[in-house]
Structure formats: C-alpha cells, structure tokens
C-alpha cells in the first residue's frame, strides 16, 4: 500500500513536471484559433501559422 | 520553405530512410528484433505517406494540409509514448520486480495525462479535433520527452550493457529535446520570424537526425542487443585470483 501511495507521488510529480514546462514553453494549445508554434514530429514541413485575428478598432 | 530544395530533401530523404530501416528490421533475422522501433517507423511513414499527399493536392497553405499535419500527429505522439513504455520494459527485462513498479508507474502517468487533457477540454471547450488532440498531443509530447529523460538515467543507474537501446534513447532524446528547446526561444522572442523558421527546421532536422542514429544502432550495434548488467570485477580480487593459480 505504501508503495502503491509512493507511486501514484511519483507518476503525479513526472505528470505535473510535464504540464509545467509545457506550459512554460508552448502556452495553452490552440489549433484552429489563434495558437503559439506546436511541437511535432516528422519531417514534413510545419504548415504555416493562421494570421492573427484583427485587432478590434475603436 | 514549402518549394525549396531543402524542403523536398527533408520530406522525402526521412521517408527514404524510414523505408529502408522498416524492410532492414524486418528482413533481419536477429531474435532481438526491435519491434518496438519497427512499430514507430511504420506509424512515421504512414503519416509521412499521408502528409505529402494533402500537400501536393491542396498546397502548403491550405487548411487541409494543417488539418492533416496535426491530425496524423497525434498517432504519432501515442506511438511515442507506446515506444519510450517498450524501452523501459527493455531496460528491466532482467528485473522483473522493477518491472513491476515501473509499470505501475507508467500506467498512473498515462490516466493522468489523459485527465489533464480532458480537464483542459472541459473548461476551453470547443472542436474535439482541433483543441483536444493538439492539447492531448502537446501533454503526451512532453511526457515522453521527461521519461525519455528518467529513462536514460535509469540507464545509466542499472549500468545497462544495452548499447543498442542506449543508443535507440539517445535518439528518443533528439528527437523531443530539440524542438522543445526552440519552442522556448520562440516564446522567449515572441514568435519572431527568424524563430519561427528555426522552429520548423528544427524539428525536421531533429526527426531526421533520429532516425540517423537509429539507423546506425539498427545496423552496427544490433549484435549487443542482448542485455545484461555489467559485472564489475574489483581489480585487486582479480589479480589475486590470478596470483593463487
């Protein structure tokens, strides 16, 4: 039982390692909206990033 | 980038060698076949196989080219994450109770990615293909890239003699590390275009710069698949062995 606790403490720690410095580096993800550069695998060319929304005009 | 020279080199030199090392594993008549390697190859050419389609038919800036692009991504990062379990399942072949706990531990790891990704989902929600794989797709990305990371110390922990797998996580690591590190310049520059080019190149280079390493642990260092735990014979019991016979 102990051990199991210790465990799940572990893979929590690695798991919230992750989230932060994926946060740190890559932001909140977003496809289709507006979104910062994404990691990715393959050596296929990075499809362009949308352009950015107007900015509302006052 | 989309017409140049380079570009076409990137694409198709990483299908070529994806194609080579596939009908290389599966020729071999190793018992230590990688099957685990074979498995990501097939999941990186398919994808590259469907990527080069959608862009000769609809074009480099074309939403479907995007579409597919992230699409073809996410089997890919779970392929990922699938190769880096099999390696540490590699790494313990030997010891079983290890094994235990490690699996235990990768299991906790991946319902909680999915948690968080789902969490995520549900508080921004929105289209499941566009927010939820890419959110899905960037968690599993960095936790492969932070137990490649615990993989490779454990390595270096065990003292494994697994020259070939030491060699298959070090490429892991190129392949992860290196877009990672350019995705925090681009943040720290505020998604410059010179950054922004650098981040697509990078992370060709890196996949291509992967599958270089995997191609020379596949062919030249096949024959010390076979793990064992170094055994470290203290030199003084050594030469007084030597000295008694």
Not at chain 1, 6 to 32: D, E, H, W
Not at chain 1, 40 to 57: F, N, R, V
Not at chain 2, 218 to 231: D, E
């Amino acid at each position: 039982m102990k051990n199991l606790v210790l465990t799940f403490l572990l893979a929590l720690l690695v798991v919230l390692t992750c989230v932060s410095i994926r946060r740190m580096v890559g932001g909140n993800a977003s496809f289709a909206g507006q979104k910062p550069a994404l990691v990715a695998i393959g050596t296929d060319p990075y499809p362009p990033l949308p352009p950015p929304p107007p900015k509302p005009t006052n | 980038m989309d017409g140049s020279i380079f570009s076409y080199g990137f694409q198709y030199g990483g299908m070529l060698i994806e194609a080579a090392l596939i009908i290389y594993v599966v020729q071999s008549s190793h018992r230590n076949r990688p099957s685990s390697v074979l498995l990501y190859l097939c999941c990186l050419l398919a994808s590259g196989v469907a990527r080069s389609y959608t862009l000769h038919r609809f074009g480099y800036r074309s939403t479907q080219y995007s579409y597919v692009y992230f699409a073809t991504d996410f089997p890919l990062v779970i392929s990922a994450l699938f190769l880096v379990c099999l390696f540490f399942r590699r790494a313990c072949l030997h010891q079983e109770k290890m094994w235990r706990y490690v699996r235990l531990w990768l299991t906790f790891i991946c319902v909680m990615v999915v948690g968080i990704s789902g969490l995520f989902f549900s508080h921004h929600y929105g289209n499941v293909l566009t927010d939820f794989y890419v959110e899905f797709s960037q968690n599993v990305y960095f936790t492969c890239l932070v137990l490649n990371t615990l993989l490779y110390l454990l390595l270096q922990q065990i003292d494994s003699a697994d020259d070939q797998l030491g060699l298959l996580v070090c490429g892991v690591g190129i392949q992860f590390a290196g877009p990672a590190a350019t995705l925090a310049l681009l943040k720290l520059t505020a998604n410059e275009i010179f950054a922004q080019s650098l981040n697509s190149l990078v992370q060709r280079i890196c996949t291509l710069g992967m599958l270089l390493v995997w191609a020379y642990a596949i062919v030249h260092v096949r024959g010390k698949a076979i793990q064992v735990t170094r055994r470290e014979i203290p030199v003084l019991a050594e030469v007084t062995g030597h000295l008694n016979i």
